[in-house]
């Protein structure tokens, strides 16, 4: 028995033929970006925060983090961490 407890919303689904989709997404602190969709009904994302600037801590109250500066074709670090859980018979 797996007890998981998310805070995320995650939708998957496997076909068929055996192909798997997993899908993560996160709307962050409380409502997200406070902004809801007028045609899709959805709460916009407001996860970008992650990144950091040299000059102000985060909304965490966290100092700078070099490694999560704001740069061409950089992606952020992230706890997030989709996992696949396979039980055989």
Sequence with gaps: MFLLLIETN???????????????????YIFGAG????????????????FSTPIENTTDKLPPA???FIEPNKRLLSSMTPIIVLKVN
Excluded at 13 to 25: D, F, K, N, V
């Design 66 to 68: 070099p490694t999560n």
């Design 35 to 50: 902004v809801l969709s007028p045609s899709t009904g959805i709460v916009l994302n407001n996860e970008m925060d992650d």
């Design 10 to 28: 995650n939708k998957s689904s496997q076909g068929h033929l055996s192909l798997i989709l997993s899908m993560t997404t996160t709307v962050n």
